[in-house]
């Protein structure tokens, strides 16, 4: 099984609509972050959250916003969308940031369309 | 704020050449660098990660090198193949950053 895991995998929605991303792991990580991928942008930073209790904002956070359940589960919400949101969302999971030795693990990507 | 290029953005080689691909970054106070590979629709797959203390790491064909102090890394693959063929993606971690901070990638297609 996956360490990583999203749901949905792709997601069509329109405009306006309410969008929840679910992510889970079962790494035991205490760090999960929200990333987006758009064609010549590279993946960007949502939101990231350092434990159940700490959450803060990414490069581009505008528009959406987060919840952690529980240590295993962070999901993004996309309150109302729109087309421009429109692109692949990663969620990935590392035990820390602050070492030379730490990495991120990535899920296998939702792709949401916005019509 | 942290930035990451990625040269060249696509790059074509015939099967079993040696070839480089280049990373810089602006911010030389980082954790480490890592290297992904993203196959089309798919995930990113880690494939090196360099600590800040190290110079070079290695992983079969691959070898990334690490230079802070120039704020450049690159990744030696050896006797490339098909299989090769995907986008690779260089990211820092640190450098006044929270999370990761990728480059655009560069689209690697090795010619059978």
């Known amino acids: 099984d996956a360490d990583v895991t999203q749901t949905p995998r792709n997601r069509i929605t329109k405009t306006g609509k309410r969008i929840m991303l679910e992510c889970s792991q079962t790494?035991?990580?205490?760090?999960m972050y929200w990333y987006r991928q758009d064609p010549g942008l590279g993946l960007r930073l949502i939101y990231y959250?350092?434990?159940?209790?700490?959450?803060n904002k990414g490069e581009i956070s505008d528009g959406y916003s987060v919840s952690r359940q529980a240590q295993a589960k962070f999901s993004l919400s996309l309150e109302s969308a729109i087309p421009n949101q429109t692109a692949l969302y990663f969620c990935?999971?590392?035990?820390?940031?602050?070492?030379?030795?730490?990495?991120?693990?990535f899920g296998p990507g939702t792709r949401l369309t916005v019509l | 704020k942290q930035e990451v290029t990625q040269i060249p953005a696509a790059l074509s080689v015939p099967e079993g050449e040696n070839l480089v691909l280049n990373c810089s970054f602006t911010?030389?106070?980082?954790?480490?660098l890592q290297w992904f590979r993203q196959d089309p629709g798919k995930g990113l797959t880690s494939l090196l990660l360099?600590?800040?203390?190290?110079r070079e790491q290695t992983s079969g064909r691959l070898n990334a090198s690490l230079d802070k102090s120039s704020g450049r890394s690159t990744l030696y693959i050896a006797a490339s193949q098909p299989g090769d063929s995907a986008t690779y993606l260089c990211?820092?971690?640190?450098?006044?950053?929270?999370?990761?901070?990728f480059g655009k990638g560069t689209h690697l297609i090795i010619q059978p």
């Open positions: 990211a820092a971690s640190g450098g006044g950053a929270d999370g990761l901070t």
């Open positions: 790494k035991g990580h205490d760090r």
């Open positions: 911010d030389s106070a980082i954790y480490n």
């Open positions: 990935a999971t590392s035990e820390t940031e602050t070492t030379s030795t730490d990495t991120q693990y």
């Open positions: 959250s350092f434990d159940v209790k700490d959450i």
């Open positions: 360099i600590q800040s203390s190290q």
